[in-house]
């Protein structure tokens, strides 16, 4: 039986959800909003090389938004919780703009259950969800998702460019009061961007693991019986444990 981490830590947009057609969607709803012509030409490769920057590495890129970086941004910002709530106005302006249809948030196959199986095995494994958009909208997220209640942190982007993601200050803030000797061993984050969320990890010093549950239809469900092959009973012994001071506390009753 393995030595289980001390904090498993988890991507959220691609690695246990799927929002890129909402992330797509905002950055051409933003520039459309500028008046800038590139929203009729910006494509989801376009969306995908954002991915794993801090907000203030993407709102300050000239090339992109010019200028006009700070009021893109608070445009950004407006526009994705609307678009998390269906908004039918923006919806058709984005299906009108690139004639494609506007795809909602989707739960990955597994997502759920690899989430459920570490809290029911590693009781003493603090689960993390740690994400690069705001933690309001993180938030928002993981409760209409049917997420809530399986982290036992949820971290996003709270304005502060030490601590939010991908500064490996989130690592800190993600392990705090935790006791960690040995960080590789003791800190896993699971990822699904080889590139950024590898970078990420080693820049703390946490051991990684990448799937990629929108290439792998089973990457979840098999990330889950890696875990149920590592981990095999600490729940039968946690259960049992359980059992016997149940009994114990029959017998002196």
């Known amino acids: 039986m393995k030595t289980p981490p001390k904090c498993i830590i988890f991507d959220w947009d691609g690695t246990l959800v799927g929002c890129e057609q909402l992330v797509h969607a905002t950055y051409v709803l933003t520039l459309d909003k500028l008046g800038d012509k590139k929203a009729k030409i910006w494509q989801e490769n376009d969306t995908h090389a954002q991915n794993g920057k801090a907000r203030a590495e993407i709102f300050s890129n000239p090339s992109i938004w010019g200028e006009k970086g700070q009021q893109a941004q608070e445009i950004f910002y407006q526009i994705y919780p609307r ?11 984005f299906e009108q703009i690139t004639g494609k249809t506007l795809k909602p948030l989707t739960v990955y196959k597994g997502a759920k259950e690899v989430i459920s ?89 946490a051991d990684i693991k990448i799937i990629e549950p929108k290439k792998e239809k089973t ?30 506390a029959h017998t002196r009753a």
């Open 83 to 93: 678009l998390q709530n269906q908004d039918k106005e923006l919806t058709a302006r």
């Open 117 to 205: 199986t570490l809290k029911n095995r590693l009781p003493q494994t603090r689960i993390v969800l740690l994400g690069a958009k705001s933690e309001d909208l993180l938030k928002k997220e993981v409760f209409q998702t049917g997420f809530g209640g399986l982290f036992d942190l949820v971290l996003g982007n709270t304005g502060n460019p030490n601590t939010d993601k991908p500064n490996k200050g989130a690592f800190d803030k993600a392990v705090q009061g935790l006791n960690i000797s040995d960080k590789t061993k003791d800190v896993l984050y699971i990822g699904d961007n080889l590139k950024n969320d590898t970078a990420f990890a080693n820049s703390w010093g």
């Open 219 to 248: 990457a979840l469900q098999t990330l889950r019986a890696e875990f149920e092959q590592l981990y095999p009973v600490l729940l039968k012994k946690i259960e049992s444990e359980n059992t016997t001071q149940q009994n114990k």
